[in-house]
């Protein structure tokens, strides 16, 4: 705008003189449409200045509330928060230009502190996942080991099957394994589960079996007495 205000003003001055009747009409009607340059541009540099104030106390504003985010139980609490605060921070205008950068280092820094903690509970969740996978190992070979038992009565099945319905609440509680040893884990404890459900079932097929035979032999021997 100044530059142009510039050219016109030199374009001005080229043109020369004009007649002395009309100088001063055109000087002053020159002179009016300068000042009401110059005050349209005070006002805009004030509201632009208001504006900046107003971007500048909206972003700092978020900056103590992603520095608060430190206070937050929750991680995934926080990163979600901190991902709305990066949103609405994207949608406010821009502060002065001596403090635009000074903001956005400091909105940094918490947003920082926030991914930060984020690593520290992937890398406590990575701990978790191999003690996880021990004792979920453990309730493995527990498993196998009951799988492999043969019992020669009902009572002794029954209690048997207990124990291998604790084995599976003991697994259920545990939480996630490593990604790459989730299906592999899963397998052996269920394989062995389904191997005791197996031998439990032929036990019963054969009792079912040995039921059905002396039912045969009880019914020959009545039809004998009663010939």
Not at 140 to 146: F, I
Not at 200 to 221: M, P
């Amino acid at each position: 705008a100044f530059e142009k205000l510039q050219d016109l003003e030199t374009r001005w001055r080229d043109i020369g003189s004009v007649p002395s009747s009309n100088a001063s009409e055109l000087r002053n009607n020159w002179q009016h449409h300068k000042d009401r340059f110059f005050d349209v541009v005070k006002i805009s540099r004030e509201l632009r200045d208001l504006d900046h104030k107003k971007n500048s106390e909206l972003k700092e504003e978020l900056i103590a509330k992603a520095n608060a985010l430190a206070g937050e139980p929750s991680v995934r609490k926080s990163l979600d928060q901190l991902k709305a605060f990066h949103e609405q921070w994207k949608e406010i205008g821009p502060a002065s230009k001596e403090l635009n950068d000074q903001l956005w280092e400091k909105f940094k820094v918490a947003s920082d502190a926030v991914h930060a903690r984020k690593l520290i509970m992937l890398e406590d969740a990575k701990v978790k996942q191999v003690e996880n996978l021990k004792a979920k190992s453990d309730l493995c070979a527990k498993m196998e080991t009951e799988s492999e038992k043969s019992f020669k009565s009902h009572r002794e099945w029954q209690e048997a099957g207990k124990g291998i319905d604790s084995l599976f609440d003991e697994w259920r509680k545990i939480g996630h394994v490593p990604k790459e040893d989730e299906d592999k884990t899963w397998k052996q404890f269920r394989d062995a589960r389904l191997k005791f459900f197996k031998n439990r079932e032929a036990f019963y097929g054969q009792q079912r079996e040995v039921h059905k035979q002396h039912i045969g032999d009880k019914t020959a021997l009545c039809e004998k007495a009663e010939a």
